[in-house]
């Protein structure tokens, strides 16, 4: 990727919805929530559709690692949490994220809202047996169960 384009694609990427529209993106390709920012941007800049796509789900995978590291760090700092838990949760959640999101993007909604509340009961039951208490409002991804889900 030529790499005059990395920044604007990475602030266009941070914006999401905002970038894509901006961009006048006009169809969304259902395969995952990045695809139509990633063909708008492969268009706009004359872009290998695939390698924006690839660029984008990994600046947004690693966005959402990093906010869950601090979110974590933070209990940890406040004594909520130990750093041996921190380390459990960020376990377990990655072990959830791949039994239940791995195929995500081939799911229908219904099977990503069953796989939602599922990841949501087996955390939380994980939780409590590993005495686990994080009181958090749904889950360890915050309000929005899926936001750090993969």
Sequence with gaps: MNKKYLVPIVLIGATGIVGASIL???QVNAQTPLSGLATALAQKF???TNDVQSFLESYRQSHLQDALKARLDKM?????ITTSQESAIITEIDALRQKYFANIANMSDTDKKT???NAKVEFNNWANQNNIKLNLPIGPWGTRFGHFIK
Excluded: M
């Design 24 to 26: 006048g993106a006009s």
């Design 76 to 80: 940890v700092t406040n004594g909520k």
């Design 46 to 48: 004359n872009l290998n």
């Design 115 to 117: 796989a939602f509340q």
